[in-house]
């Protein structure tokens, strides 16, 4: 059984502040993907990372996925409150045939104005 | 933007009663999949279905689960005899058939499934 674990659980940071958020596994995965989750909604796609050691940016938000495949993490600049929600990382192992997402557990962050 | 969406949003249902739930996938999608999330949890892998048929599926999809895409858009879940513990969020998912490249799956807004 693939395990994904987040840290940290809970961040709860100032408007304008930095902050990393880690996923990391002893598996090996085809590709990661990170979403963002509301309470009570579907989890929403923010960006599949596929090769080891690619970095991708979306805005203020820059996800990198580790050398061996086996970790990520998702770096935020200049924080704002919108940014507040549940972080989740998922992988796959499709490239082994699998294609049924794993998660961890979450990242719960709350950006203070 | 296409969207994946799913029906009812919330079921209320007695212990033993069967519960279908429904999805429609992303229109040019290929797989489909289940997860559910119980409360408080992290989001699980029920099944996956490609050309009609179960490619993969969970611990949790026992004999009491069942999926079916009785047309060319719906796609649904069937749970036979609900117990207390199958209370949780469901939800379906879809990805494009892409060949070498990472199988992005996109989530619809999910099913809150109560069983009394």
């Known amino acids: ?113 | 933007e296409p969207e994946v969406t799913q029906t009812p949003s919330h079921q209320v249902t007695q212990m033993g009663q069967e519960v279908i739930l429904r999805c429609v996938p992303i229109s040019n999608h290929l797989y489909f999949y289940w997860y559910r999330q119980i409360l408080g949890q992290k989001v699980e892998f029920l099944v996956s279905f490609y050309n009609n048929e179960i490619s993969e599926k969970s611990e949790i999809f026992d004999d009491q689960f069942s999926v079916e895409r009785p047309d060319g858009s719906n796609f649904t879940l069937k749970i036979r005899s609900t117990k207390l513990e199958d209370s949780a969020m469901y939800f379906c998912a879809s990805s494009e058939w892409s060949a070498g490249s990472s199988y992005e799956q996109y989530f619809g807004p999910g099913t809150r499934l109560t069983v009394t």
């Open chain 1, 1 to 113: 059984t693939q395990l994904l674990e987040q840290s940290p659980q809970f961040l709860s940071i100032q408007e304008g502040e930095n902050l990393t958020v880690y996923c990391n596994s002893s598996s090996v995965f085809s590709s990661l993907q990170w979403y963002r989750q509301e309470p009570g909604e579907g989890p929403v796609l923010l960006v599949t990372v596929v090769t080891g050691g690619e970095v991708k940016k979306l805005k203020r938000l820059t996800f990198q996925f580790g050398d061996a495949r086996k970790d990520s993490s998702l770096h935020i600049t200049a924080a704002q409150p919108g940014d507040t929600g549940l972080y989740l990382c998922a992988g796959d192992q499709s490239g082994a045939g699998s294609y049924q997402l794993t998660f961890g557990k979450g990242t719960k962050l709350s950006v203070i104005p």
